[in-house]
């Protein structure tokens, strides 16, 4: 039998469960973030097809948004352009909107295309420091959240910055957006992209 303590509710989840325009709310406002990544996908679908040294393969992959209401408990929508996943190689942009959190714009490669733009990257350090971008430390690729994760890359040496890129099978490179002001964000999200790209050839 559950514990009766773990299925009351508190006054405030009371007040918020017999609240509709609380959840309609939240519902409205996860269809404008959809609709800003949108705008956002729209504005990115043209820095890719003359670029030479992202292949064929990878430019004919349409961009995707995904949605989900449980990244640590909260709903998260993602944008991945360019997509190119494999169990080794990984090439990909991610723009993630995370509820209550921020935006925030990702590269990541592993594998082949690591390999691939490491010097790239290591050359482009001074850009990438000044452009406020943080580099993932953790052992896993797979987390999306910043806290003890990241490490900003104006606070490494090129050296320090040069170790990380090579000695881990992944890079990850992000920076976070703000939600407000709202406005700005899809210009935002889309200049950092802009740059992502710029660092790779």
């Given at each position: ?168 099978p992944f890079v990850k490179l ?28």
């Amino acid at each position: 039998m559950n514990d009766p303590a773990k299925i009351t509710l508190s006054d405030f989840e009371m007040r918020l469960l017999t609240d509709k325009e609380w959840i309609l709310t939240k519902n409205a406002i996860v269809k404008k973030a959809f609709w800003l990544l949108e705008d956002v996908q729209q504005k990115i679908l043209t820095e890719l097809p003359d670029k030479d040294f992202i292949s064929p393969e990878i430019k004919r992959i349409s961009p995707k948004i995904s949605k989900g209401e449980n990244y640590l408990g909260l709903p998260w929508l993602m944008l991945d352009y360019p997509r190119f996943f494999t169990k080794h190689d990984v090439f990909a942009i991610r723009t993630f909107f995370w509820w209550g959190n921020f935006f925030s714009s990702t590269l990541h490669l592993s594998g082949t295309y690591k390999n691939q733009f490491l010097q790239n990257l290591v050359q482009a350090f001074a850009d990438i420091a000044k452009n406020n971008f943080s580099i993932c430390i953790h052992e896993e690729q797979w987390h999306h959240h910043l806290q003890k994760n990241y490490q900003p890359v104006d606070q490494l040496t090129h050296q320090q910055f040069e170790q990380l890129v090579k000695q881990k099978p992944f890079v990850k490179l992000t920076k976070t957006v703000a939600f407000s002001p709202w406005d700005a964000a899809a210009g935002l999200l889309s200049e950092n992209f802009k740059l992502l790209v710029s660092w790779l050839g």
